[in-house]
Nanobody, 117 residues
């Protein structure tokens, strides 16, 4: 059973920084893609950033230049560095992992990020 456990959320002022971590049970090399999504109250869950097994990254336009996704295969952990935070970044951040074949998606329980102005 795959488990993804997020940590690192919290409350910061605008302009501040946080580092989110997503620790997987077992090797993250089995996942084709890992990423982070966020969901603000009353809104749908949205993609923030992804990283492939090969290390290719992609970001939502709203976070480009501010957030950085990375992975440490030895620690089975994916990170999201959040810099220059804005109040509109306030949301629950979820870790996601995907296996393409057979297709399956895994989700963490989420970690709250709150940015005050």
């Amino acid at each position: 059973q795959v488990q993804l456990v997020e940590s690192g959320g919290g409350s910061v002022r605008a302009g501040g920084s946080l580092r989110l971590s997503c620790a997987a049970s077992g090797s993250i090399f089995r996942f084709d893609v890992m990423g982070w999504y966020h969901q603000a109250p009353g809104r749908q869950r949205e993609l923030v950033a992804i990283i492939t097994r090969g290390g290719i990254t992609n970001y939502a336009d709203s976070v480009k230049g501010r957030f950085t996704i990375s992975r440490d295969n030895a620690k089975n952990t994916v990170y999201l560095d959040l810099n220059s935070l804005k109040p509109e970044d306030t949301a629950v951040y979820y870790c996601h992992a995907r296996i393409t074949y057979p297709a399956y998606d895994y989700w963490g329980q989420g970690t709250q990020v709150t940015v005050s102005s």
